[in-house]
C-alpha cells in the first residue's frame, strides 16, 4: 500500500482509471435510485388503489342501505296507494337488481371473516328478517284494495293471513298494513338496519386507516432511501468536479500561463497531465499544444373551468346511464351575441352561463363544456320525479342570464333532457337528450323540454323536419 501511494505521488492518478472507477460507482448509484423510485412508484400506486378501494367498499356498503331503503319506500308507497307499479318496482329490486347482494360478495372478496363484513351481513339478515313484515303488509294491501291475488309475485302468493287479520274489514287491513310498515317496531328493525351500516362503514375506515398508515411508514423509509442516493450522487459530483479540478483542470491552466511564458511545465496533476507536460517540455520549440472541450447540454376546459369534452365521454362512459339524466344546454343566439358584441364579451358571457349553470346544480352532479356554445349536465341519481325540479332550475337560470350584469347583454338558454333507462346507450341517451333540445329550438327557444314529452306528443327530429319541408 505505501509502495502503492509512493508510486502515485510520483507517477500520478491515471485519468481513465478514475474515470472508469467513477463511472461505475455513478451507474451503479444511478441504477439503485431507478429502483428506488420503482418502488416509490409502486408505493404511490398501491397508495391510489388503497384510496380508490375505501371509495368503492364504502359505495358498497352504502348501496346496501340504499337498497333497504329503497325497498322500504317502494311497499310504503303500495300500501298507501295500492298500485301495483311499486310492488313491481320492489321485486325488482329484490330479482334483478340486487343491491345488497352484490355488495356483500364485493366486500366479502376484499374483507373476509372481518368486523366490517359481520356488521354488513347482521345488517342484510335484519334487512330480510324485514321484508317478511312487507310481505305480510302486501298481502293485507292485496285484500284491503281487492286487488288479484293471483297477478302478484309467488311470496305475496304464500303468505298466510292469520284467522284475526283476515277477518277484518278492508280498511280495517288498509291501517293494519300501513302500520306494519309506518310503526314504532318498523322503525326500530329499521334504526338496527343503520347501526349495523353504520358499525360496517366505522370497521372499514379503522381497517383501511391501519394499511394507510403501513403505506405511510413504507413510504417514509422509501423516501428517506432516495434521499440519502441523492446526498450520496451528490457528493459524487462533487468528487468528480474536486478531483477534476485538482487533477487536470488547474494543472492545464497553470501549463497554459506557463506556456504563453515559454517556461517549462511542472509535473503534477494527473498521470496524463504530468505526461503532457513531459512531452511539452520535450518539443517546447515545436509550440505543439493539446486542448479538449466537452460541453453538455443539458406538460378540465380552459375558458370556463368546467369538463371538457374528452372528461364528459369518459364520465358518460362510466356513471350508471339507467340512473342518470342528460341535460344538454344551448346558449341562444350565441353567434349573434359573438358577431356583436366581439368574441372577448362572448367569453365573458360563457364564463356567466357556466357559473350560473354551475351554482344551479348538486355538487354530485357532473357540468361539461361539450362545444363552443353548448354545455352538458350529467345528474346522477336522477329520475324522472326530479322533472319539475330541473324546469325550476331552468327557469330561473334563464332569469338570472335575462338580467345579467357586469356590462353583458341579455341571453338565454335552450335545454334537452333525456332520463336514463334500462339497457340505454350512450349514443341513445345523447340523441334523446338532443332531439328534446331541438324541439325546444324549433319552438321560440329559452326553454326546457323532456324526450318523454316526445314520446307522448309524437314529435321527433324527423317529423320536425318533415314539417318544415
Not at 374483507?111 to 303488509?137: G, K, N, R, V
Not at 486542448?291 to 374528452?310: I, P, Q, S, V
Request: hydrophobic share 40%.
Amino acid at each position: 500500500m505505501i509502495k502503492l501511494i509512493r508510486k502515485i505521488k510520483q507517477r500520478g492518478i491515471r485519468l481513465h482509471r478514475l474515470n472508469i472507477c467513477l463511472t461505475i460507482l455513478a451507474v451503479a448509484t444511478s441504477i439503485a435510485m431507478f429502483i428506488a423510485m420503482g418502488f416509490t412508484s409502486s408505493i404511490n400506486e398501491e397508495t391510489y388503489e388503497m384510496t380508490q378501494q375505501l371509495g368503492q367498499w364504502r359505495t358498497d356498503a352504502y348501496d346496501l342501505q340504499l337498497a333497504s331503503d329503497y325497498l322500504t319506500d317502494r311497499i310504503r308507497c303500495f300500501v298507501t296507494t295500492g298500485e301495483k307499479a311499486y310492488l313491481d318496482d320492489y321485486f325488482e329490486e329484490v330479482h334483478v337488481t340486487r343491491r345488497r347482494d352484490r355488495a356483500i360478495n364485493e366486500l366479502e372478496k376484499n374483507h373476509p371473516d372481518t368486523s366490517a363484513i359481520l356488521s354488513l351481513q347482521e345488517a342484510m339478515d335484519e334487512s330480510i328478517a324485514l321484508m317478511e313484515h312487507e310481505y305480510y303488509a302486501a298481502r293485507l294491501t292485496i285484500d284491503a284494495f281487492d286487488l288479484k291475488l293471483s297477478e302478484f309475485p309467488a311470496e305475496i302468493q304464500k303468505v298466510e293471513l292469520s284467522d284475526i287479520d283476515n277477518n277484518l274489514m278492508p280498511s280495517e287491513k288498509r291501517e293494519l298494513a300501513i302500520y306494519k310498515v309506518f310503526g314504532r317496531d318498523y322503525h326500530i328493525n329499521k334504526d338496527s338496519i343503520s347501526r349495523h351500516m353504520n358499525n360496517c362503514l366505522r370497521d372499514l375506515s379503522v381497517e383501511i386507516g391501519q394499511k394507510q398508515e403501513d403505506i405511510s411508514e413504507k413510504l417514509k423509509t422509501q423516501v428517506f432511501i432516495e434521499h440519502m442516493l441523492t446526498v450520496f450522487i451528490i457528493l459524487l459530483l462533487l468528487g468528480i468536479v474536486s478531483l477534476t479540478l485538482k487533477l487536470a483542470v488547474l494543472p492545464l491552466r497553470k501549463a497554459v500561463e506557463l506556456i504563453r511564458n515559454e517556461k517549462d511545465l511542472p509535473m503534477n496533476g494527473a498521470f496524463e497531465v504530468r505526461f503532457l507536460a513531459k512531452t511539452y517540455n520535450l518539443m517546447h520549440h515545436t509550440n505543439m499544444k493539446s486542448r479538449e472541450k466537452l460541453t453538455y447540454e443539458a406538460t378540465h376546459d380552459g375558458l370556463t373551468g368546467l369538463y371538457n369534452r374528452r372528461g364528459y365521454d369518459f364520465l358518460l362512459e362510466n356513471v350508471d346511464l339507467e340512473t342518470c339524466a342528460l341535460i344538454l344546454i344551448d346558449l341562444d343566439r350565441f353567434k349573434q351575441i359573438n358577431d356583436s358584441f366581439g368574441h372577448d364579451t362572448g367569453d365573458r358571457i360563457l364564463k356567466a352561463v357556466a357559473t350560473e349553470v354551475f351554482g344551479s346544480f348538486r355538487a354530485q352532479d357532473y357540468i361539461c363544456r361539450i362545444g363552443g356554445d353548448e354545455l352538458a349536465v350529467i345528474m346522477v341519481h336522477s329520475d324522472p320525479t326530479l322533472e319539475t325540479l330541473i324546469r325550476k332550475k331552468v327557469e330561473i337560470i334563464n332569469k338570472d342570464l335575462n338580467d345579467i350584469d357586469d356590462n353583458l347583454p341579455p341571453i338565454s338558454v335552450s335545454v334537452g333532457v333525456a332520463f336514463g333507462e334500462k339497457n340505454i346507450t350512450v349514443d341513445t341517451l345523447f340523441k334523446h337528450a338532443d332531439d328534446a333540445l331541438y324541439i325546444v329550438k324549433e319552438h321560440g327557444r329559452s326553454g326546457v323540454r323532456f324526450y318523454h314529452e316526445n314520446e307522448k306528443h309524437g314529435h321527433d327530429r324527423r317529423s320536425t323536419d318533415r314539417i318544415n319541408l
